[in-house]
């Protein structure tokens, strides 16, 4: 087993029932006792290390990981991803498209900013001031970011 495999099994004996722990804990012991009695001069905490690993390799993640990428999936739940899928999408292009209004908006008050900005405000207080009087919500770093962008064009 590699390091990341270790780590992966690891995670998902965490996430099990405490049932299904015990019993692997069960199996995990006989299997420890086997290596013991054959590796007598091997440090113990290694041989318990060796037979968790062991025994979540036989029994439970691997076990697991390969009945999931032998399983057939139904037609509902293939349904069900795409769908899942296609949300998520819809998502990131909503995200997207407001950032671009933000920016839009951002624009129209932009002489307010720049007049802002010379009275010594901070982009914190300007972005509060946007917030409170304009309805705008934008962060302070995001105004940082147009405001060198744009500077630089003038």
Not at 26 to 34: A, E, H, M, Q, W
Not at 100 to 129: P, T
């Amino acid at each position: 087993m590699s390091v990341q495999e270790r780590q992966d099994a690891l995670r998902w004996y965490a996430r099990q029932t405490e049932e299904f722990r015990v019993n692997l804990m069960t199996n995990r012991f006989r299997l420890f006792c086997d290596l013991k009695a054959k590796q007598v001069d091997k440090d113990l905490a290694l041989l318990e290390y060796a037979a968790l690993c062991l025994v979540l390799k036989s029994e439970g993640f691997f076990a697991e990981k390969r009945y999931r990428s032998k399983k057939v999936l139904a037609d509902s739940e293939i349904q069900l991803l795409r769908k899942r899928r296609t949300e998520k999408a819809q998502a990131i292009q909503l995200r997207t498209r407001k950032r671009g209004q933000v920016m839009e908006r951002l624009a129209k008050k932009w002489g307010v900013v720049v007049e802002l900005r010379e009275n010594g405000l901070s982009f914190r207080d300007i972005a509060v001031y946007l917030k409170e009087n304009h309805q705008l919500k934008v962060s302070c770093g995001y105004l940082h970011e147009k405001f060198v962008e744009w500077e630089k064009k003038e």
